[in-house]
């Protein structure tokens, strides 16, 4: 086990050190690097599996509790939201951005949506990276009566990497402006 374990070290100060060098950027390093650890931790618990039960019970428990880690970490990080005036003016609210699921729903991002009066416009997004660039706009009509809520589905084109979208901003436009828009 010392072995697998010293093996491990030196792989991580190989990979660190090929990474340095590197023209990528410093997420798709990161990607790398995970993916390459995901795999020795695979590796290394297919080992122990062909060599015991109890050891490999030791590290399946150990690699569950880092795949939950991760998914805590990635629902912890979310999307950073930023919500113009014109949301508050209108009574509303966006609580949650999340990838549009289900076989029905089209290529993009389902927004919760409270509303505390009744309003009737368009909700606008623009979706952005990590080095805030603008990646994707959407807008959609949205009809909602006092003290009512839902998700809406911001279609998005399917060039843009859900995965990729870190910010999201709002705007609601009233009525008779969203029409003449």
Same mark, same amino acid.
């Given at each position: 086990?010392?072995? =697998? ?5 030196? !792989?991580? %100060? ?12 410093? *997420? ?18 297919? #080992? ?32 950073? %939201? ?9 009574? !509303? ?6 990838? #549009? ?7 993009? %991002? *389902?927004?919760? %949506? ?8 368009? !909700? ?15 807008? =959609? ?36 402006? #969203?029409?003449?828009?």
């Amino acid at each position: 086990m010392e072995n =697998v374990v010293s093996r491990c070290g030196a !792989l991580c %100060l190989l990979a660190a050190a090929l990474s340095a060098c590197s023209p990528k950027s410093a *997420e798709e390093k990161g990607a790398q690097m995970a993916g390459e650890k995901i795999d020795m931790v695979a590796g290394i618990g297919n #080992a122990l599996t062909d060599k015991g039960g109890k050891p490999a019970e030791s590290i399946a428990s150990g690699v569950g509790t880092v795949v939950k880690g991760v998914e805590r970490g990635a629902m912890t990080v979310g999307r950073k %939201l930023s919500l113009d005036s014109s949301l508050a003016a209108a009574g !509303l609210t966006v609580t949650k951005v999340q990838d #549009a699921s289900g076989s029905t729903t089209p290529h993009g %991002l *389902e927004a919760y %949506l409270v509303a505390s009066n009744g309003a009737e416009g368009n !909700l606008r997004m623009i979706a952005y990276d990590a080095l805030g660039r603008e990646i994707g706009r959407s807008s =959609v009509p949205v009809l909602l009566t006092g003290d009512d809520a839902r998700y809406v589905a911001l279609k998005l084109d399917r060039q843009v990497d859900l995965h990729g979208v870190t910010a999201v901003t709002f705007k609601f436009v009233p009525g008779t402006q #969203a029409a003449a828009k």
